[in-house]
């Protein structure tokens, strides 16, 4: 056993109101403040009670930790007492408190060390001036092949490796609330948490996107016996029944994903996932072959049909024939398509937005995310608005995926708010996607 003891902190603050998952966004996290009219506060409601994942990458150092004999616990939304090492997960979204809950844990047991790690302290360490200490860079890679002790960890502490994904154990949930944890509707089953079986992301969306941030831009990958096997073991252990896997573009090695759903049905895993991914690598066969081995949902970013918007924000669009013959062989099939679309892209219009609504309330998918374009700390697009002077934001906890924090140049505030309104109501309240719904639910309840 190692000397010193270890707590995980993920912390919850009851003050927000709104959802606030901080595993989201390539580790940056959201917070789903829709907006103060009735129709939106609804949305944001919902989407609280029905939408909660586990800090992933806490599971997974819990594991590295445990596997290398030292006392951890994991603690979240309650203070723990005294331990050596206190690893606090930072978010843009709530970095103010994470902060102050440092400060409290510091003044109480100054002898101990307080750090965080994520993507966000990893690009912004100076915020979290409460912490001893900041790993900058992927937490597993330092916990897996650098850490030895406590003296180690003062100030920015630069991580200097990758771990092979395969060598990782499988993630930890124990002292995780599992049964707290939700993916509905798209995954209406518990328990319930997430995987990850490949990181980074290669695409040219990169220069506005956080995963790249995290995970880099070149793709690894875990084999997909491991894989499956980490399923099993932790459908043994903790009685899971569905998996959100966190993968930024998944089965973007067709390969992996044959064998994947190949092991899945040889061994007999019989367990729902969903998972995000690009329509333009998916077909009807390979479909077919992940619905078989449990795929019920599938995240997609469709976020504006407009081709020169796209061009101009570097964003690689989907041909819109493949696309929507995909979204209606998923419906048939019975797979839920989750589409993300967002506005206050630079040359966004009103005119460009409302046929984006359009064409979203087009595709009907079962269900619809819009959010509006964030500069985030880190990104190409940020440092590009910073030089020129355009953020209208100092306060990272207003960067929430909806608002507005930069000077945009056809769309103000009061526009981004009554198109986020509009949306929201124009596609949830229409008789044809009710319509819809209740055929999902009646599906769901008689699958047969």
């Not at 750090?115 to 100076?126: A, D, M, R």
């Not at 700390?377 to 355009?390: A, H, I, R, S, V």
């Amino acid at each position: 056993m190692n000397n010193n003891s270890i707590a995980l902190l993920s912390i919850i603050n009851d003050n927000k109101k709104f959802s606030m998952n901080k595993d989201l966004n390539g580790g940056y996290g959201t917070a789903d403040d829709f907006g103060n009219h009735p129709i939106t506060k609804l949305i944001g409601y919902i989407r609280k009670k029905s939408v909660k994942i586990p800090l992933l990458s806490l599971a997974y150092v819990q594991a590295i930790l445990l596997k290398k004999k030292y006392e951890v616990k994991y603690f979240e939304g309650s203070m723990p007492g005294r331990f050596d090492i206190y690893i606090i997960w930072g978010s843009i979204v709530d970095h103010k408190y994470e902060n102050y809950i440092a400060g409290q844990i510091k003044s109480k047991y100054p002898d101990s060390k307080v750090g965080f790690i994520g993507g966000f302290p990893s690009v912004e360490p100076k915020i979290y001036d409460n912490a001893d200490f900041i790993i900058i860079g992927e937490p597993e890679s330092f916990f897996m092949n650098e850490f030895e002790n406590k003296e180690q960890l003062n100030g920015n502490v630069i991580v200097k490796s990758i771990c092979d994904f395969n060598t990782l154990p499988t993630p930890s949930f124990n002292g995780f609330p599992i049964n707290t944890y939700k993916y509905k509707p798209a995954l209406n089953i518990k328990p319930f948490i997430t995987l990850q079986a490949t990181k980074g992301c290669p695409y040219s969306c990169r220069y506005y996107c956080t995963y790249p941030i995290s995970e880099g831009i070149k793709v690894r990958s875990t084999s997909a016996e491991k894989i499956v096997d980490d399923i099993i073991r932790l459908k043994k252990k903790y009685n899971i029944k569905a998996i959100q896997f966190r993968d930024p573009i998944f089965g973007i090695d067709s390969k992996f994903v044959i064998e994947f759903c190949n092991e899945m049905i040889n061994k007999n895993v019989n367990i729902k996932w969903g998972m995000e991914t690009r329509l333009d690598l998916l077909n009807e066969d390979l479909i077919k072959s992940m619905f078989n081995a449990g795929l019920r949902s599938i995240n997609v970013g469709i976020e504006t049909n407009d081709i020169d918007v796209a061009k101009i924000n570097k964003r690689k669009l989907v041909q819109e024939s493949h696309q929507e013959w995909i979204i209606k062989f998923c419906d048939k099939l019975g797979v839920k398509i989750v589409a993300f679309y967002m506005m206050g892209f630079d040359n966004d219009t009103i005119e460009t937005v409302n046929n984006m609504i359009e064409y979203a309330k087009k595709l009907n998918t079962p269900l619809a995310r819009f959010s509006v374009q964030t500069p985030y700390p880190g990104t190409g697009y940020y440092d590009k608005l910073k030089k020129e002077n355009k953020l209208t934001s100092d306060n990272f906890e207003e960067y929430t995926q909806f608002n507005l924090v930069y000077e945009h140049n056809n769309l103000d505030k009061k526009d981004i708010a009554k198109l986020l309104k509009k949306a929201y109501k124009e596609y949830y309240l229409r008789p044809k996607y009710i319509l819809k719904f209740i055929k999902w639910k009646i599906r769901e309840l008689y699958p047969n």
